[in-house]
């Protein structure tokens, strides 16, 4: 295909994605009314945010930069939940642990284009993780909270 024609397209691509993307509100909704997973909830809106900033600021490093912050930090959120499923003896742990996999599984398909063009990327791991994020906070997260309080953390 004509080289000119595959810039133009990519640059319609990243435009019409920019135009999808905005910054995010945290909302007292999507509490857990757990402090610390709150927190960390809090903090992974924070990086989708720096990640929005990073894509209007039109720095290529500063996106990679922040795409490996927030993927790292899903990471570490990820396993803190699961260790308390394994601590507390959970009964819904493997459905949860299993949305998990699937959520890492989505992101490195991603993170493996991650050279070829940032950008695109930035916008499409924006898109898949705000959609993800609330739909699992409310239909997956909420439902440990029982059992994580009658451990006591609250
Ligand atoms: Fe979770
Ligand atoms: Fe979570």
Same mark, same amino acid.
């Not at 990243?14 to 997973?37: A, C, L």
């Not at 394994?86 to 493996?112: M, N, S």
């Given at each position: 295909m004509d080289k000119k024609y595959l810039i133009?397209?990519?640059w319609f691509k990243i435009y019409t994605m920019r135009k999808m993307v905005k910054y995010i509100d945290?909302?007292?909704r999507f509490s @857990?009314? @757990?402090r610390q997973i709150d927190r960390q909830h809090k903090h992974f809106v924070g990086l989708m945010n720096k990640l929005f900033e990073?894509?209007?600021s039109d720095k290529?490093?500063?996106v990679s930069k922040v795409i490996d912050e927030l993927v790292t930090y899903a990471d570490a959120h990820f396993a803190n939940e699961e260790a308390y499923f394994y601590k507390f003896?959970?009964?819904d742990a493997e459905a949860h642990i299993a949305e998990h996999r699937k959520i890492r599984a989505e992101v490195g398909e991603f993170l493996a284009?991650?050279?070829e063009n940032p950008f695109e990327l930035g916008y499409s791991l924006f898109d898949l993780l705000e959609d993800?994020?609330?739909k699992h906070i409310i239909t997956m997260d909420k439902k440990y909270v029982s059992c994580f309080k009658e451990h006591g953390l609250h």
């Amino acid at each position: 295909m004509d080289k000119k024609y595959l810039i133009l397209e990519q640059w319609f691509k990243i435009y019409t994605m920019r135009k999808m993307v905005k910054y995010i509100d945290w909302d007292d909704r999507f509490s @857990v009314d @757990v402090r610390q997973i709150d927190r960390q909830h809090k903090h992974f809106v924070g990086l989708m945010n720096k990640l929005f900033e990073a894509m209007q600021s039109d720095k290529k490093d500063a996106v990679s930069k922040v795409i490996d912050e927030l993927v790292t930090y899903a990471d570490a959120h990820f396993a803190n939940e699961e260790a308390y499923f394994y601590k507390f003896h959970y009964d819904d742990a493997e459905a949860h642990i299993a949305e998990h996999r699937k959520i890492r599984a989505e992101v490195g398909e991603f993170l493996a284009r991650k050279d070829e063009n940032p950008f695109e990327l930035g916008y499409s791991l924006f898109d898949l993780l705000e959609d993800w994020l609330f739909k699992h906070i409310i239909t997956m997260d909420k439902k440990y909270v029982s059992c994580f309080k009658e451990h006591g953390l609250h």
